[in-house]
């Protein structure tokens, strides 16, 4: 069995870490590149940095601040936000990122999940998918719904569909952003995480809704999820990324260790 592996979610805006709830109400709470740190040393698995105004402000992704937590952190690094091009996201492999994710870019032509992936790997391509409930249709037969522009704009497109075609076309991992759950700490949207889970063969990470450690048990069983994203519970202190560990270990779940 792979072990599960923790991953914390960098927000940026304008080079500052941010933190909203259900995608609005975003306000600053940090230095991404001191959390980076911070967290690297108290033994994270893997980091995801997110330039969460990119795309609907039409831009790049800040390489400066990418470089800067490349340069603090020796675990991967998971970015996206605005990568629109095998271009962008060969500038950010440069600037020291691993994975690159695609989103809503992506969405508009899903081409370039296929471009990206040819050009440096379906190991470092990430389909990162913001999701909404809605009401099931025969184009939303399974109940949730791709939004993109920071959760800004309903697509009509059926997020297990998408996923099995992100899966297709080479993304070699799905993020699951729940828009409905972020930021609320009440834990993840295990029916969400499963059923992508059950329907695809690449890992799928968790993302949105942790706000206490069984929440992460939850989803990295009941959820099967490959992996669990955290956000709000460590940038405010209320839990540290080893307490996290030590207490999935504890309760059965493989998790790599430092100790």
Known sequence: MLSKRLIACLDVRDGHLAKSVKFVNTRNIGDPVAKAREYYLDGLDELVFYDITASSEGRRIMLDVVEAVARQVFIPLSVGGGVASVAHATDLRLAGAEKIN???????????????????????????????????????????????????QPTGLDARQWALEGERLGAGELVVNSIDADGTRAGYELRLTRMLSEAVRVP???????????????????????????ASMVHYGHYTVSGLKRHLHARGVKMRMSW
């Open 204 to 230: 799928v990470v968790a993302s949105g809704g942790a706000g206490e450690p069984a929440h992460l048990h939850e989803v990295l069983t009941e959820g099967k999820a490959d992996a669990a994203l955290v």
């Open 102 to 152: 695609v989103n809503s870019a992506a969405v508009r032509r899903p081409a370039l999940i296929a471009e990206c992936a040819d050009a440096i790997g379906n190991q470092n391509i990430v389909l990162s998918m913001d999701i909404r409930r809605a009401p099931a249709t025969a184009d939303i037969p399974s109940g949730y719904e791709i939004v993109v522009n920071g959760g800004r």
